[in-house]
């Protein structure tokens, strides 16, 4: 015949099972614990992973800054370099001396004025004690 088994017994072990289940889960809460310790660190871990993560992608954004600057800066040198040679080859020019007419002085006036616009940093003021009033003289400045 089949023993009977007291329930009782069933209902303590069973009581004393989640007992001890609870008191596991709630050791995470419990400062100073191995589970709390454990959770601790883990934390830290995922946090530190996320910082990590903003500052490759901060030196990424930095590294493309930089790669830019330099790129305007380089441009911005060899733009300098062409107007200038442009320039002197303009003033060495055989015709260089001679008066344009006031329609061509006007219209290269404008686009100079509109390049100065687009590009303030390229114009520089006229320098009065070099002796140059403008960068175009006309047939009726010229003396």
């Known amino acids: 015949m089949i023993a009977r088994i007291p329930w009782r017994v069933i209902g303590?072990?069973?009581?004393a099972v989640?007992?001890?289940?609870?008191?596991?889960?709630?050791?995470a809460f419990v400062p100073f614990t191995p589970q709390w310790s454990a959770k601790r660190a883990e934390?830290?871990?995922?946090?530190?992973?996320?910082q990590v993560s903003t500052l490759e992608r901060e030196a990424a954004g930095q590294a493309e800054i930089a790669v830019a600057t330099e790129t305007f800066h380089t441009r911005e040198v060899v733009v300098?370099?062409?107007?200038?040679?442009?320039?002197?080859?303009?003033?060495?020019?055989?015709?260089?001396d001679t008066p344009l007419a006031p329609e061509r002085a006007d219209r290269l006036r404008s686009h100079d004025l509109r390049l100065c616009d687009e590009f303030p940093g390229f114009c520089a003021d006229p320098d009065p004690a070099a002796g140059r009033a403008g960068a175009v003289p006309t047939a009726g400045s010229a003396g």
Do not use: C, M, S, W
């Open 12 to 15: 303590y072990v069973l009581a």
């Open 80 to 96: 300098r370099e062409i107007a200038a040679q442009a320039e002197t080859e303009a003033r060495n020019a055989p015709d260089a």
């Open 18 to 27: 989640l007992a001890l289940a609870a008191l596991n889960h709630f050791a």
């Open 43 to 50: 934390a830290k871990a995922d946090r530190l992973e996320g």
